[in-house]
């Protein structure tokens, strides 16, 4: 327990910059505190090789983004992140105010409920990506980085089909025409519709995103969605590789993620 104002004060700090959920607090004439809420808690006696070195130890969901929480925050570290034996990764704190020593761990597979996410290798895949050429200024590079995202994570340029259409709104057509060829383990969307250049904009966009989801269920194949909706042709740019990435990687890597866990779950 704090006695001093400001060891109090760098607890607070220490603890909410943690990522502990900040609880009721009081003020009273006589005592004053702060209660942190961890999503899950309770008592873990443990006994045996490896047991961290130290006072406390706190679960966490992702221990090196905490790390990189403490580091900023100029917390001293004891040990700094590194994978341990048992499957986690875990680093030491000194806590403030000489309260003792604190390791936070995060195990690498979450053991308690195990996910199926399927890997990004595509060797060996087919695909599509199907271009709008309507603002082909953007579309072309969407375009480009979709290709790169496949031919990065394995994939053969030969083996990566280029299908142009005149406009967003032609893309689940052409998309359920490749689709149903069944050559391909995913598909790409690649437009770009922009508010200002149509007044049916609401319209374009509300059925090409229709349509997109709707070839995919019912033909089975997944596609990207690398369509941007924009206000304005800023905006658009921004997302075809400026500030905000690029939404035809994005797509390409969704698309991709899909086909393999289709392979996985058959
Ligand atoms: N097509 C686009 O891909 N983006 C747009 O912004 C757009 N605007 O603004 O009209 C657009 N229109 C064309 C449309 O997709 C069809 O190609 C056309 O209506 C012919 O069917």
């Known amino acids: 327990m704090p006695g001093r104002k400001e060891d109090f004060q760098r607890l607070e700090e220490f603890f909410s910059a943690l990522g502990f959920a ?39 969901d992702n ?38 020593k604190l390791a936070v761990f995060s195990y690498k597979q979450n053991w308690r409920q195990p996910t199926k996410e399927a890997q990004l290798d595509s060797t060996g895949m087919k695909f599509a990506i199907v271009v709008a050429r309507f603002n082909s200024f953007i579309t072309e590079r969407l375009l480009s980085a979709a290709t790169d ?16 259409v005149p406009g967003a709104f032609e893309l689940p057509t052409a998309a359920k025409m490749l689709a149903e060829t069944g050559k391909y383990n995913a598909l790409v969307a690649v437009g770009c519709v922009i508010r ?63 086909a393999a866990l289709k392979q996985q779950t058959k």
């Open 22 to 60: 900040e609880g009721e607090s009081w003020q009273g004439k006589r005592s004053t505190g702060r209660k942190f809420n961890a999503f899950e808690s309770g008592v873990e006696l443990a006994k045996g090789e490896e047991m961290p070195a130290a006072d406390y130890v706190v679960e966490v």
């Open 63 to 100: 221990a090196d983004i905490v790390a990189e929480a403490a580091h900023k925050k100029g917390f001293v570290f004891v040990s700094d992140v590194a994978d341990c034996s048992w499957g986690a990764r875990l680093f030491v704190l000194e806590i403030p105010a000489g309260l003792g």
């Open 149 to 164: 995202a496949f031919v990065r994570t394995g994939a053969k340029l030969a083996d990566i089909e280029i299908v142009r």
């Open 196 to 258: 200002g250049d149509t007044a049916h904009y609401d319209v374009i966009v509300n059925e090409v995103t229709r349509g997109i989801g709707q070839v995919a269920l019912d033909t089975g194949v997944p596609i990207g969605f690398g369509v941007l909706t924009c206000d304005t042709l800023e905006q658009a740019i921004d997302r075809a590789g400026l500030k905000m990435g690029n939404k035809g990687f994005e797509a390409a890597l969704a698309a991709l993620e899909l």
